[in-house]
Structures are given as structure tokens and as C-alpha cells.
């Protein structure tokens, strides 16, 4: 039920206990008081607290670690590459995936950070991918601060490891 209908049918609830004459009055008023209520909150819609389209205006860190705890990937691809020293290459990454409709929320959140990339995952879905050693670190500290609260975390755990490792070079060893 929208706000302005329950406001109705609590104007409604209170109306019927007046004479007629007195309840036509006070239903035409309160009928108006309503509506002009109902044309401010749909003017400015950014300050209803409780909406989702505010939510996702307003992200902030808790907000950011419970959508990548549903939704965020912590990746380490390994490939062939003979281009590479030891013929293979290891490309750590974070991704989150959305459907195409849900694109704005992967710049919203692009842009809380400050970096990634935006583009299309395949078919209808979208992506927002992180990569390089300096956008990782970023990441790798944010949600150092602000810790995963699902099994994700044990994901998170095993990807920082490997970017450590990665940092004292230790994926161009043989071993």
C-alpha cells in the first residue's frame, strides 16, 4: 500500500465517525492535505529513506560489502600464455555481474571506488571488473576495513594470498 493510500484510509477511518455534513468537509480537506502530500514525496523522492532507488543512491561501505557478499567474485584466472616467463599467466580480478537493466548500480558503485571498468559480461548482462596491482590493493584494503560476512570472506582470504604472493613474484618460480 502506498503512503498516500494508508494516509487515505486513515482519513477515511476517522471521517466516518462526524455527522454528514461535517464529513464532507473534513474528507474534501483531508483528501487535499493528502494528495498535496503525495505531490511532495513524489517531487523529491531522494529523501525517502526507506525507498530502494535511495539505497542504491547512497551506497556506503556496509552497503557495498553485503551486495558483493551476494553478488561479487574474487577471480584468479590461470592461462597458457607462452609470451609469458614460465608459459602461464595469472590474472587476479574482482567482477561483479548484473543484468543489463541493473547497469547504472555497477557505475554507482565504479564510481564509489573510483576505478574498474564497466562493460558487457555476454548476452544481456553487464559487468563491472577490477584488475591491476594498484585498483587490487584498493579493494584488498577496503574490505580489509570492512570485512565480508559471508563464506565469500574465505574467498576474499584465499584471493589476497595469491596477490601477496604474486607481489613478492613468487607465480615466476617454478615451485
Known sequence: ??????????CWNICVSYTTHLFHNYLFSAILIVLMENKNVMNKESENVL??????????????????????????????LSKMTLGWQVLPEFRIVQHQRDVALL????????????????????????????????????????PLKSVKKHDFE??????????????????
Open 51 to 80: 525507498g530502494a532507488d535511495n539505497q542504491q543512491e547512497r551506497l556506503d561501505a556496509q552497503w557495498i560489502v553485503g551486495f558483493v557478499d551476494g553478488e561479487g567474485c574474487f577471480h584468479i584466472a590461470i592461462s597458457r
Open 1 to 10: 500500500m502506498k503512503k498516500w493510500d494508508k494516509n487515505l484510509a486513515i
Open 107 to 146: 557505475y554507482q558503485i565504479k564510481n564509489y571506488f573510483g576505478f574498474g571498468i564497466v562493460g558487457r559480461n555476454h548476452g544481456d548482462r553487464q559487468e563491472l571488473r577490477v584488475r591491476g596491482r594498484l585498483n587490487l590493493e584498493k579493494l584488498i584494503l577496503f574490505f580489509k576495513q570492512h
Open 158 to 175: 584465499f584471493f589476497c594470498q595469491v596477490f601477496e604472493m604474486m607481489k613478492q613474484k613468487e607465480h615466476l618460480n617454478k615451485e
